[in-house]
C-alpha cells in the first residue's frame, strides 16, 4: 500500500480547492444555477405541455448533392474504415512486440481514443460505430470485398439467443472493463491492452460468421451501447427526410437490402427511427434507399430523451450503471479511495486488488439499491406503471456531462504524454521525429480546465432536469404527482451535480503514471 499511496502523492493533479482563489464564489455561483433551473421547470410543471413539444427543427447534412454521392458509394464504408482499421493493426503490434508499459498501445488506447470517445458520441452521435475497425474486419470476414454483397456474404445466420436479446451482454463486459481498467491498472499495460483489443475483434468477427447480422453491435458491444445511450443527446441523427414517401413506399429497401447493400445490421427499421441507440451510423439505409428519402441531420441537443416511447428495462438498467461507473472513476482517483482500500486491505489482508474489488462491488451495488429504492419509494405515491423505468433515461445528460468534464482532465492535462509513445512506439529508445528531450506538459492551465469541467457539469444538469420535466408531462396528469417525482427526481440530481463540482476541485491520481 506504501507504493500506492506514494503514487499518488507524486502523480496527482494539483486542482485542490484549497489553493484556488475564488473556489467558494465559483461552487457558490454553480449552486445559485442548480436551484435557478431546478425553480424555472418547477414553476411550468403546471404549464399547459409548453416544453414537452419536441423540437422539429433539422438541417440536412447531405443536402449538397456532391456528398450524398460520396455517400451512397459502395465503397464509402469500407473507405471510411480502412485508415481506423490499419492504425489499430499498428496499435496491436506495438502492444504484442513493444516493451510492456512504454509502447504506444496502452497510452493511445487509454489516454486519446478512450478519451477522445465520448466527445465524439456527445458532438456526433454513433460516428465511432461508423469506422469502428472490429466490424471492419467483421465484413472482411464475412463478405471477403470492399463493398458488401448480399449474394457473396458467408455464415451460418444463427438466431442470437432469446435470453440475451437485451444489453444485459454488454452491462456484464461493460463492469469488467471498469474492473480490469481501475483495478488491474491495464491502462498502463501495453500488452494487455493489445489482447483486448485483438479479443474484440474476435467476438466481432466470430459473431458475424455465426449470427444473423450484427447481433455483437446490438446485443452485446459495451462501446456501442454506452454510446448508444449517450447518443440520445446528440446533435447528429439518421432519419427520414418525408413521412409520405416513407409510406408510399411498397419495397421498403431500407430493411430488406438491396444486391449491393445488407439491411440494418442492428435490426432496425430506418423509417421508423425515433432514437439514435441502435443505429450505428452504417448508412446502408442511406445507400439502399432509392428515394433518397434518408439522410443524416443536425438537430437540437437531447431530442431523444424527449419522449418515452421506447423506454426499455435493460437500457434503464444500463443508465444506472453508467451513471454509478461513471462517478466510481472520479472517486478513485482521489486520495480517499486509496485510504479505503488500504483500510478494507488491513481489516481483510488481502492485497490491493481484492480490497478493490470488495470495494468496487459495495459501490456499484449499493448504489444501484439506493437507486431502486427511491424509485419504489416515489412509485408508491404515483399512479401508472413503468415510471421508474422510463425516468431512468433523465440521468443521461448529467452522468454525460461529468464523464465529458472528467475527460477533459484527462485530454488537455495528459494527452501531451502521447508524445514521446509515438516518438518510440515499440519503447526500443528509439528517436523517429527528434523528440527524446521533449517534456510534457498541459495544453491548458488548471484554470480554464476547470471552467470547461464546470460548464459541462452545468449543461448536463439542464438538461437532465428538461428531459424529467418533459418525461414527467407524459407520466401523470396529476399536477400534485408530476410535483412530487420532481422534486424527489430533483434532489438527486442536485446531489450528483454536486458530487461532480466536488470531484473538479479535488487532487487527481492520473493516467498518466508510468507512461
Known amino acids: 500500500m506504501k507504493e500506492t499511496t506514494q503514487i499518488y502523492d507524486n502523480w ?7 489553493i484556488i482563489k475564488y473556489a467558494g464564489l465559483e461552487q457558490g455561483i454553480l449552486l445559485l444555477l442548480f436551484v435557478l433551473i431546478g425553480l424555472v421547470f418547477a414553476f411550468r410543471l403546471k404549464g399547459k405541455n409548453s416544453l414537452s413539444i419536441v423540437s422539429s427543427y433539422r438541417y440536412n447534412l447531405l443536402s449538397n448533392s456532391y456528398l450524398l454521392k460520396i455517400v451512397k458509394s459502395k465503397y464509402f464504408s469500407f473507405s471510411i474504415r480502412f485508415l481506423p482499421a490499419l492504425l489499430f493493426v499498428f496499435i496491436l503490434i506495438t502492444g504484442f512486440y513493444g516493451r510492456k508499459y512504454t509502447s504506444l498501445a496502452a497510452g493511445f488506447t487509454w489516454l486519446f481514443w478512450w478519451t477522445l470517445l465520448i466527445y465524439f458520441v456527445a458532438f456526433a452521435g454513433k460516428v465511432f460505430c461508423a469506422v469502428c475497425p472490429w466490424d471492419f474486419f467483421a465484413n472482411l470476414f464475412q463478405f471477403g470485398w470492399f463493398h458488401k454483397l448480399k449474394k457473396s456474404s458467408s455464415g451460418l445466420n444463427l438466431k442470437w439467443p432469446k435470453a440475451l436479446k437485451n444489453v444485459y451482454p454488454a452491462i456484464f463486459f461493460f463492469v469488467v472493463l471498469t474492473w480490469l481498467e481501475l483495478g488491474f491498472d491495464i491502462t498502463r499495460n501495453s500488452y494487455f491492452t493489445a489482447w ?69 445490421p442492428t435490426f432496425e427499421k430506418p423509417f421508423k427511427l425515433e432514437q439514435n441507440t441502435y ?24 431530442v431523444d430523451l424527449e419522449k418515452i416511447k421506447t423506454s426499455r428495462k435493460d437500457e434503464s438498467v444500463l443508465a444506472y450503471v453508467m451513471l454509478i461507473l461513471t462517478f466510481f472513476h472520479g472517486i478513485t482517483m482521489t486520495k480517499y ?21 470488495i470495494l468496487m462491488l459495495i459501490t456499484l451495488f ?35 456531462g461529468y464523464h465529458l468534464g472528467h ?10 504524454y502521447l508524445v514521446p509513445i509515438i516518438n518510440d512506439p515499440f519503447g526500443f529508445g528509439w528517436n523517429l521525429f527528434g523528440l527524446a528531450g521533449y517534456q510534457p506538459a498541459p495544453f491548458i492551465n488548471p484554470d480554464m480546465l476547470r471552467y470547461i469541467q464546470l460548464s459541462v ?22 399536477v400534485k404527482e408530476r410535483t412530487m417525482m420532481f422534486i424527489g427526481y430533483y434532489l438527486i440530481m442536485l446531489v450528483l451535480a454536486v458530487l461532480a463540482i466536488w470531484f473538479v476541485y479535488q487532487p487527481m491520481v492520473m493516467k498518466s503514471v508510468s507512461v
Open 407 to 416: 475527460n477533459s482532465m484527462h485530454l488537455f492535462i495528459e494527452l501531451s
Open 12 to 18: 496527482c493533479l494539483p486542482s485542490s480547492s484549497e
Open 337 to 357: 479511495w486509496f485510504t479505503w482500500t488500504a483500510y478494507i486491505g488491513n481489516i481483510a489482508n488481502v492485497n490491493y486488488q481484492w480490497s478493490f474489488t
Open 279 to 302: 443505429c450505428t451510423l452504417c448508412t446502408e439505409c442511406i445507400r439502399s434507399c432509392d428515394k433518397d428519402n434518408l439522410s443524416l441531420f443536425l438537430r437540437p441537443p437531447g
Open 196 to 264: 483486448l483489443g485483438l479479443l474484440m475483434v474476435v467476438m466481432a468477427v466470430l459473431s458475424a460468421l455465426i449470427f444473423e447480422r450484427r447481433s455483437f453491435c446490438r446485443y452485446a458491444c459495451l462501446v456501442g451501447r454506452v454510446s448508444g445511450l449517450y447518443a440520445q443527446v446528440s446533435p447528429v441523427e439518421l432519419r427520414k427526410i418525408n413521412s409520405q414517401v416513407c409510406t408510399a413506399c411498397k419495397t421498403k429497401e431500407c430493411i430488406t437490402g438491396t444486391t449491393a447493400t445488407t439491411p440494418c
Open 457 to 478: 457539469v452545468l449543461i448536463g444538469f439542464y438538461y437532465s432536469i428538461k428531459a424529467l420535466r418533459q418525461r414527467l408531462e407524459q407520466i401523470s396528469d396529476a
Open 366 to 400: 449499493g448504489a444501484y439499491f439506493l437507486l431502486k429504492g427511491f424509485e419504489l419509494f416515489i412509485a408508491r405515491f404515483v399512479s401508472g406503471n413503468n415510471m421508474g423505468m422510463n425516468l431512468a433515461y433523465v440521468f443521461i445528460p448529467i452522468t454525460l
